[in-house]
C-alpha cells in the first residue's frame, strides 16, 4: 500500500476526532435556553459521521496488510488489542467514576451491581462506549475474517445487502425497540444495547475490512466517481439538516431532541456516514494537501486516541470556568469553548505520551503504547 493512502486514513481519524469534540461542545451549549440553532446543527449534525468512521478506519487498520489466507494468531493479537484498548479502558474507567466521586460524594457506582454495568457498558463517561464495542470487533476477529472472504466473492452486492440490512435493524433497535421486559437484566441489557450493540455498525466496519482488502480498486474508483461521491455527500448532508429543521420546526422538536432523532444510526444518517468516509477517503487519497495543512492533520491523528480518552474531563472544567465567570454560551463563547478544549486536550495528550522517556508505565496505563505512534494504521 502506498504511503498516500495511509496517511488518507490517518487524515480521516484526525478530522474524525474533530467532529467528535464538536458534538460534545454542541451538548454544552445547550445551557443557554437560546441556543443557536444553526451552530448547532453544524456541530450536532454535520459531525455525525465522526463515531460510525472511526469503524470504518479501525477495520481498515486490521485488513490492510492483512492475509486471509495465512494462518491467524488469535492470542497474539488479541494480547496486543487489549494492551492498547482494553487497559486505557480500565484506567479511564476507573479515573473518571474517581473524579466523578471526588466532586459529587456519591459512592454508589463503587457498588454492585453498578460498577459492573459503568464497567460493562462503558458509562464511566459518555464516550467510553466506544472501546467496549471496539473490544467487541476485535473479539470476534475470526469472524470477520470469514466474512470479509465471503464478500471479497461478490463485493459490491454484498455491501449493498449488508447496508440494506443495516438501515432495516438501526431503525427498529433506535425508534421501536423498547427495554419493557419483565427480566430486570434483559432491561438492562437492551437499555445499554449501543454500548455493546456492535451489529449498530457492521456495514461500516465490513465497508473499511473490504477497502483495505481492495485498496488499490478502490482508490482508483475514488479517482473515477469524484463527482458522483461528492454529489452524494452532499444531498446525504442536506438531507440530515432538512429533517433536523422538519423536527424543530414542523414538529415542535427542541434542538436535543432532533438531534436524538436525526443521529447516526438513523436511515439518513447511515446513508451520511457512508457518503462521509467515500468523500475523505476520496479527497485525501486524491489531492495532495498543503504542507501545513497535511501536518496538522497528521498530528491531529496520531494524538486523537488520546484526545478521546481525555476531552471530557477538559471540558468538564472549562464549563466551571465559563459558568463561573456569569459567561453564557453564546456562539462566540461555543466557538471559543470548542478550540480551547482542542487545545488542551492535545497537550495533555502530548504531555502523557512524553512521560513515556521517563515513565513508560503511565502511557501505557492511559494510552496503551510505550512511545509516540507515528502511523495511525496498526497492521500487525
Same mark, same amino acid.
Given at each position: ?32 435556553? !437560546? ?59 476507573l479515573l473518571y467514576m474517581l473524579h466523578y466521586t471526588l466532586v459529587s460524594g456519591d459512592t454508589q457506582p463503587w457498588t454492585p451491581p453498578l460498577i459492573y454495568e459503568y464497567l460493562l457498558f462503558g458509562l464511566a463517561s459518555y464516550q467510553l462506549y466506544f472501546l467496549v464495542l471496539l473490544l467487541w470487533f476485535y473479539t470476534l476477529m475470526p469472524l ?83 463527482? !458522483? ?88 472544567y472549562l464549563i466551571d470556568i465559563v459558568t463561573g465567570h456569569g459567561l453564557t454560551m453564546t456562539p462566540l463563547v461555543i466557538v471559543a469553548f470548542y478550540l480551547v478544549a482542542v487545545a488542551l486536550s492535545l497537550i495533555i495528550g502530548m504531555i502523557i505520551q512524553s512521560t513515556g522517556r521517563y515513565m513508560p508505565l503511565l502511557p501505557l496505563l492511559l ?14
Amino acid at each position: 500500500m502506498s504511503k498516500q493512502r495511509v496517511t488518507a486514513i490517518e487524515y480521516i481519524r484526525g478530522i474524525s476526532m474533530l467532529g467528535v469534540v464538536g458534538i460534545h461542545t454542541g451538548a454544552y451549549s445547550l445551557t443557554n435556553p !437560546e441556543v443557536n440553532v444553526h451552530l448547532f446543527a453544524l456541530m450536532e449534525i454535520f459531525t455525525r459521521f465522526s463515531v460510525p468512521i472511526f469503524f470504518f478506519v479501525s477495520a481498515f487498520g486490521l485488513f490492510v496488510h492483512h492475509n486471509l489466507e495465512e494462518r491467524f494468531d488469535y492470542t497474539g493479537f488479541m494480547q496486543r488489542r487489549l494492551r492498547t484498548v482494553l487497559v486505557p479502558y480500565i484506567v479511564w474507567s476507573l479515573l473518571y467514576m474517581l473524579h466523578y466521586t471526588l466532586v459529587s460524594g456519591d459512592t454508589q457506582p463503587w457498588t454492585p451491581p453498578l460498577i459492573y454495568e459503568y464497567l460493562l457498558f462503558g458509562l464511566a463517561s459518555y464516550q467510553l462506549y466506544f472501546l467496549v464495542l471496539l473490544l467487541w470487533f476485535y473479539t470476534l476477529m475470526p469472524l470477520w475474517r470469514l466474512i470479509v472472504r465471503l464478500m471479497l466473492k461478490r463485493p459490491a452486492p454484498s455491501l449493498l445487502l449488508t447496508l440494506i440490512l443495516q438501515i432495516g435493524f438501526n431503525y427498529y433497535s433506535s425508534y421501536y425497540l423498547d427495554a419493557n421486559f419483565a427480566n430486570p437484566y434483559l432491561n438492562i441489557a437492551v437499555q445499554h444495547r449501543l454500548s455493546y450493540w456492535i451489529v449498530h455498525y457492521i456495514f461500516i466496519f465490513l465497508f473499511g475490512a473490504v477497502c483495505a482488502v481492495k485498496h488499490e480498486q478502490v482508490v482508483e474508483f475514488l479517482k473515477q466517481r469524484a463527482r !458522483e461521491i461528492n454529489l452524494f455527500f452532499m444531498v446525504s448532508l442536506f438531507g440530515m439538516f432538512a429533517y433536523y429543521y422538519y423536527l424543530l420546526y414542523a414538529v415542535g422538536y427542541t434542538p436535543e431532541e432532533a438531534v436524538n432523532t436525526d443521529h447516526q444510526l438513523s436511515p439518513i444518517g447511515v446513508l451520511y456516514t457512508l457518503a462521509a468516509t467515500l468523500f475523505w477517503f476520496s479527497l485525501f487519497s486524491r489531492n495532495t494537501l498543503p504542507p501545513v495543512l497535511a501536518a496538522t492533520l497528521s498530528f491531529l491523528g496520531a494524538y486523537s486516541y488520546h484526545v478521546y480518552l481525555i476531552h471530557p474531563l477538559v471540558m468538564y472544567y472549562l464549563i466551571d470556568i465559563v459558568t463561573g465567570h456569569g459567561l453564557t454560551m453564546t456562539p462566540l463563547v461555543i466557538v471559543a469553548f470548542y478550540l480551547v478544549a482542542v487545545a488542551l486536550s492535545l497537550i495533555i495528550g502530548m504531555i502523557i505520551q512524553s512521560t513515556g522517556r521517563y515513565m513508560p508505565l503511565l502511557p501505557l496505563l492511559l494510552v496503551g503504547s510505550q512511545q509516540k505512534r507515528k502511523n495511525i494504521i496498526r497492521t500487525k
